[in-house]
């Protein structure tokens, strides 16, 4: 269906990261957040509170992230597509609950914008080391998406992909922006709402007497019922049948959890998307992504003015990671170069799907509270290349 | 135009982060353009100084931060301090006149214009920030005058709208009188390399 | 208001409640004589006298024994995580305006470790019935020390005899903000469930403590006899004082029970407030969340 012309704030304006992560969620039909103040990331929900009274949304300022996100979870359960917006510290707390959205298949978006860790680390200055996190912050086997912007407008745009992605395969989706591209300040477009794609929360045609909320039927996810709506289903964290019950034993335990993976695993190619430039025929190619993904490619020109054949692939959706697209590339390249505001996290990933075809994975990292200086990125690809 | 860093720096309440804003906007928005606008967090907040940078470009920005500006506007005496040293060689330095006394650099070109004064002759003080960008939009000329006036219009409150376009006309019109009319104040980077002396 | 049809007849053999409980999920978990099941048996008589349309009632609990009444309710049912069945109700009631939601926990899981989310939405007034289910002890995980464990009291981590002060949860409560505020037996089963029922029909957060009996580990724990002791004891020393000072119904180990309703008050809930500060500030510009909820559809 097309966007709710009410949330969408059609027009070219110069926004910041944090502010264009509101506007895309009211653009994709959110209309309930969540959440507690935090550095670099208040300023979404301030957006937020200041708009959606006008739109039919409801805001709340939880006391804690472990009651944001129950509250996000909650609410979906309504129907109403719902929200968090966090950094490292409360991103640690929410853990708790995205497991639990994770486990009842509830659609929900969560924004990390991420600061230098760890601990209380950095509030104001940027990092990207919550990446393991989002693929494996809460305990137990579970998959998630998750989405990284490198820019206002983008992120604007990975707002509604996230909440669409989030219907389609009832998951929590992380949209995994950081300080830099939170706090920076470009021109983002807005389209009108007949042209925003949404994916509306489908709700069963079944009758109650034979509805069974986590029956699947061979698609990849079951069809949801909300709460107030006659089907008085049960849903719970604890592993579960068909009927949402619960039932403690190994063979239960292996369907729940193995449908829970496999509705992202077998759709990893539906779900990635990446951006590639010149990696045919390249020595080395760089991955980054986020705020490090635009200074890596200044790194690539550089690089290349000396010669080297470089080329990039950008990870706009970080999680699941595209596995067969970096094994593939391995196979012909020498190196892949990683940087990342970090001490290396995603360069495991690339790490793992390199090692087969004996390609190297370099790490450029980072602390945090910057970003690379372009020179290092190209003296590693310089270095891989040799 | 390749790529241009700017750093506008001020006390707070000067409107620091709307000046660097509104100049982002005319560039990216208005003028079709590129450009990045950063607030000051973290370690640029220093001291009382308020900061806001600018990276514009005909091309994609890349890079979000900038390192040596080529283009700083200095609104008090603080800033100016803090951020002196790192304009480039060539760079041009624009300041408020009154506040700030700059020690002239060869190859710098310095251009002062008293927009808290021109602010208050308008009636509102609150608008030197505004004076003072139709200042730097004359002396740089980065972008077209009127592009600056709409981002000017679209990024002030409601209804202050030509009282702010007011404010930007007059720090516009001080640069083409004292800078380019019949007496060009040639003595303006004179006094700036005499120091705050000169102005005492 | 419901329909006849909403509301089934119950047939002769079946227990009364039958209708208002996952007959497919019985027997339950719960021990015998714990209290906990009378607990649901009065709050589903409430229900089923209230005339309340049931597709509109939701049930949230957390973890732990009373944890499981979400499950064996049947009604929209949320088994969450420990502690977060408050939060987790305040997003559905928000979500859904419309919904009446309740929370059914138990104390550790309510005033333990969600002790955070009870005294925030008690603050907010926030539009939820709370029915905390207190037996004094961590049941499930095996009887541990629970914030509301009387002093000296013992618990499988205070082998000694517990020496931490206990919450007064009626005061909690109240001192908070909520709105009305009881505390009854599972003895008190017509009282309770009157209870039930009136708080069924008033808004704002409304807070119902039920003192049940843990045969299985506090009773064993402290050689206080069977779960009918237990009974016997509260039969005893239950003292029911309504309006009672909520500072002066602490509960000390095997002392007297003090039970009533302290708290009936009209204060506007969350909601309320909420609705009424946007009308005022936002004027015609104010859009709420539609009762049925923000769900976008074609």
Request: hydrophobic share 40%; glycine share 10%.
């Amino acid at each position: 269906m097309k966007a709710d012309p009410a949330g969408v704030l059609t027009g070219v304006h110069y926004l910041d990261g944090d502010f264009a992560c509101g506007e895309g969620a009211m653009a994709a039909g959110c209309r309930f957040v969540a959440g507690y103040p935090i550095t670099p990331s208040t300023e979404v929900v301030e957006r937020i509170s200041r708009r959606f009274p006008l739109m039919g949304g409801t805001f709340i300022q939880m006391e804690d992230e472990l009651g944001s996100m129950a509250a996000v979870v909650g609410a979906s359960w309504t129907g109403t597509k719902s929200m968090t917006v966090t950094s490292g510290p409360g991103f640690s707390l929410m853990m708790e609950n995205i497991g639990l959205a994770a486990m009842m298949e509830t659609p929900c978006v969560v924004v990390n914008v991420q600061r230098g860790g760890p601990s209380t680390g950095l509030p104001t200055m940027v990092g990207q080391a919550d990446m393991m996190q989002a693929r494996w912050g809460s305990h137990g086997d579970y998959e998630v998406i998750a989405l990284s912007p490198q820019s206002p407008q983008e992120t604007f745009d990975l707002m509604i992909n996230a909440f669409n992605l989030a219907e389609v395969y009832r998951v929590p989706v992380l949209v995994m922006m950081d300080e830099c591209v939170g706090h920076m300040t470009e021109k983002v477009v807005i389209p009108p709402a007949e042209e925003i794609e949404i994916v509306p929360r489908t709700l069963t045609g079944q009758p109650p007497e034979s509805y069974l909320p986590y029956k699947v039927d061979g698609k990849p996810v079951p069809e949801f019922a909300r709460a107030g709506d006659g089907y008085r289903f049960h849903t719970t964290g604890l592993t579960h049948d068909e009927r949402g019950y619960p039932v403690m034993s190994k063979e239960c335990q292996e369907k729940c959890v193995s449908r829970l993976l496999d509705k992202v695993r077998r759709n990893v190619d539906n779900i990635v998307r990446l951006e590639e430039r010149e990696v045919d025929g390249a020595d080395v190619v760089v991955v980054a992504y986020g705020i490090t993904a635009r200074v890596a490619r200044i790194g690539v020109e550089l690089a290349k003015l000396q010669g080297a054949k470089v080329g990039f692939i950008r990870l706009i959706t970080v999680w699941p990671f595209p596995d067969r697209r970096i094994r593939a590339v391995a196979e012909k390249v020498r190196a892949f170069v990683v940087p990342e505001i970090n001490y290396g996290q995603m360069v495991l990933e690339v790490e793992r799907c390199a090692a087969k075809a004996g390609a190297d994975a370099v790490l450029v990292p980072h602390p945090g509270g910057g970003v690379h200086d372009p020179k290092r990125i190209c003296e590693a690809i310089l270095g891989a290349a040799k | 135009m390749s790529r241009t860093e700017i750093r506008i720096t001020g006390f707070g309440g000067q409107g620091v982060v709307l000046s660097g804003f509104i100049i982002g906007r005319a560039v990216a928005v208005h003028a079709g353009k590129h450009a990045t606008m950063m607030q000051s967090f973290g370690p640029e907040a220093r001291g009382s100084a308020c900061s806001a940078t600018v990276a514009a470009s005909d091309e994609e920005v890349l890079f979000p931060y900038i390192e040596r500006p080529d283009i700083f506007v200095a609104m008090s005496a603080d800033g100016y301090e803090t951020y002196r040293d790192d304009l480039k060689e060539d760079g041009i330095l624009i300041y408020e006149r009154d506040l700030v006394h700059p020690v002239s650099k060869e190859g710098q070109r310095a251009f002062g214009v008293p927009s808290t004064r021109i602010a208050e002759s308008l009636g509102r003080s609150i608008v030197q920030n505004i004076v003072m960008l139709g200042f730097f939009a004359a002396v740089t000329g980065i972008v077209p005058r009127e592009a600056m006036r709409d981002a000017v219009r679209a990024s002030v409150p409601a209804g202050t709208e030509e009282l702010n376009l007011k404010a930007f006309d007059a720090g516009y019109a001080y640069f083409e009188q004292e800078y380019k009319g019949a007496n060009p104040r040639e003595e303006e980077e004179t006094a700036a390399a005499a120091g705050p002396a000169a102005h005492a | 208001m419901s329909t006849p049809a909403e509301h089934p007849e119950v047939l002769p053999e079946e227990h009364p409640v039958a209708p208002y409980i996952r007959t497919d999920r019985m027997p339950h978990i719960w021990c015998p004589t714990c209290g906990i099941g009378t607990v649901v048996k009065c709050f589903a008589t409430a229900l089923a006298e209230s005339g309340l349309d049931l597709n509109k009632v939701s049930v949230v609990s957390g973890i732990g024994c009373t944890g499981r009444v979400a499950g064996y309710m049947k009604l929209d049912g949320f088994h969450t995580t420990h502690g977060r069945a408050i939060p987790f109700a305040t997003g559905l009631k928000l979500g859904r305006p419309e919904l009446l939601v309740t929370v059914f926990s138990g104390d550790g899981d309510l005033v333990g470790i969600g002790g955070n989310h009870f005294i925030h939405a008690a603050r907010r007034n926030m539009d939820l019935l709370v029915i905390l289910v207190n037996n004094f002890i961590y049941g499930m995980t095996g009887g541990q020390n629970a914030a509301t464990t009387p002093l000296t009291a013992k618990t499988s981590t205070m082998p000694y005899g517990n020496f931490e002060r206990a919450f007064n949860l009626p005061q909690l409560a109240a001192s908070c903000g909520a709105t009305y505020v009881a505390r009854w037996t599972c003895l008190h089963i017509r009282r309770l469930t009157k209870a039930f029922g009136e708080a069924l029909k008033r808004r704002g957060f409304r807070f119902i403590e039920v003192i049940t009996p843990c045969a299985t580990l506090y009773a064993r724990l402290n050689k206080l006899g069977s779960g009918l002791d237990l009974m016997r004891f509260y039969h005893d020393n239950a003292e029911i004082r309504h309006g009672a000072d909520t500072r002066e119904v602490g509960i000390a180990f095997q002392d007297r029970i003090v039970c009533g309703k302290f708290v009936d008050e009209e204060q506007p809930s969350f909601l309320e407030m909420m609705h009424e500060h946007y009308r005022k500030t936002l004027g015609s510009k104010y859009v709420p969340t539609p009762p049925e909820g923000g769900w976008l559809h074609e």
